[in-house]
């Protein structure tokens, strides 16, 4: 399994936020806690650090889920996806870490179980957003009724 950690970041610098993705010439560190720290460059690969929390963040970080979409996107945490189930029904899906199950899941459905199922095939899977970059697409799609999946949700 292959971690990886993305960053919304939203501070003085990007006031309306800036989502950061591995690789990234970024322009912070994290520590430990997640707390991000200041830097400056210092040829390609060195930095200089400051060792203390830069104000006025706000952070998110988003786990890689280890699956990539039919483009070949990685899909992470809070990606809104859309996905046809094996009876042609489309679906549009935030998602999320469950914490008391311990897995990605879109609504209380464990993404690892509907694959496995059958329910839905990985390669039917498009990111078409992010909750942080698209903050309303998915208000839009439950006001276009777009389907459910069956736990409800």
């Known amino acids: ?63 890689f889920i280890n699956k990539c979409d039919r483009n070949n996107e990685e899909i992470y945490e809070h990606d809104i996806v859309r996905f046809f189930n094996t009876e042609g029904r489309m679906f549009i899906k935030e998602v999320l870490w469950d914490e008391n199950n311990c897995c990605f899941c879109f609504g209380n459905m464990s993404i690892e179980r509907l694959l496995m199922s059958g329910y839905i095939q990985n390669w039917e899977l498009e990111i078409i957003g992010n909750t942080f970059e698209n903050p309303n697409l998915l208000s839009e799609v439950t006001r276009n009724g777009i389907s459910k999946l069956p736990d409800g949700n």
């Open 1 to 63: 399994m292959e971690h990886k950690i993305r960053v919304w970041l939203s501070n003085d610098e990007y006031p309306n936020g800036k989502m950061f993705y591995p690789g990234d010439d970024a322009p912070y560190l994290l520590n430990l806690n997640c707390d991000v720290l200041s830097s400056t460059k210092k040829g390609s690969f060195n930095y200089d650090v400051i060792w203390a929390r830069i104000g006025n963040n706000q952070i998110d970080t988003m786990l």
